[in-house]
């Protein structure tokens, strides 16, 4: 079955700097890539997400890329603030499979003042 | 309501006792899905459900877990003759198709 990485499990940034978060995945028939924000105590919720027919997209601040070939995804934030200050989860989701969603184990990003 | 909701938000039970847990997915949403979420890990799938039938149950971790939905809208979770190592974030969402899944705030059960 289809397996997700991430890296780095955290990552501490001074406010202003960038942030990238990368996965990797295992099955080469995922074909939808989302990432998730969850904050303390809250469910994770839609930041950005890429399809398998798109190779990079960006919402403001936040983008991700995707290389198929490699099948590694990233998410890259600039300019980060304190409130981006979150654990992100990456996940990649198999069509066959009722669109079963197989997450990364997520990274803790703080973003200091 | 706008969002997915789920009852109760904490629970705390003794082990051997059995609990349900409550999903109000998004109004229209046809596909469901079971996740728990263990202190400070990532999200494990448990079950999947499309309409009120459930083509992959193969996250649930044992027999001691079930799920239903009914009328294709309210899901319950049961875990029977729980365990200490039960004690998670129990969470839901649901999606309208092939895009956003949409996430519950979840339940905290705690087994003591």
């Known amino acids: 079955g289809e397996n997700v990485e991430q890296h780095p499990s955290t990552l501490s940034v001074q406010e202003g700097d960038s942030a990238v978060i990368k996965c990797t995945y295992s099955?080469?028939?995922?074909?939808?890539f989302p990432w998730y924000k969850q904050e303390l105590g809250k469910g994770p919720q839609l930041i950005i997400d890429?399809?398998?027919?798109?190779g990079e997209k960006k919402d403001q601040r936040i983008a991700v890329t995707l290389n198929k070939t490699a099948k590694h995804f990233s998410l890259h934030i600039t300019e980060t603030q304190p409130e981006d200050s979150a654990v992100y989860f990456c996940?990649?989701?198999?069509?066959?499979?009722?669109?079963?969603?197989?997450f990364g184990p997520g990274t803790r990003l703080s973003v200091l003042p | 309501g706008a969002g997915v909701s789920q009852s109760p938000s904490n629970k705390v039970t003794e082990k051997g006792k059995d609990v349900e847990l409550r999903c109000d997915p998004i109004?229209?949403?046809?596909?469901l899905y079971w996740y728990r979420q263990s202190l400070g890990q990532g999200l494990e799938f448990l079950i999947y459900?499309?309409?009120?039938?459930?083509?992959?149950k193969s996250g649930l971790p044992s027999d001691r877990f079930s799920a239903e939905r009914t009328g294709g809208s309210v899901s319950t979770l049961t875990i029977q003759r729980t365990q200490q190592e039960d004690s998670a974030v129990y969470l839901c969402?649901?999606?309208?198709?092939?895009?956003?899944?949409?996430f519950g705030p979840g339940t905290r059960l705690t087994v003591l």
């Open positions: 969402a649901s999606t309208a198709g092939l895009n956003e899944q949409f």
């Open positions: 099955d080469s028939a995922s074909n939808y």
């Open positions: 890429i399809r398998s027919n798109v």
């Open positions: 996940a990649a989701s198999l069509p066959l499979r009722g669109q079963n969603f197989v």
């Open positions: 109004s229209g949403h046809t596909a």
């Open positions: 459900f499309q309409g009120n039938s459930a083509p992959d």
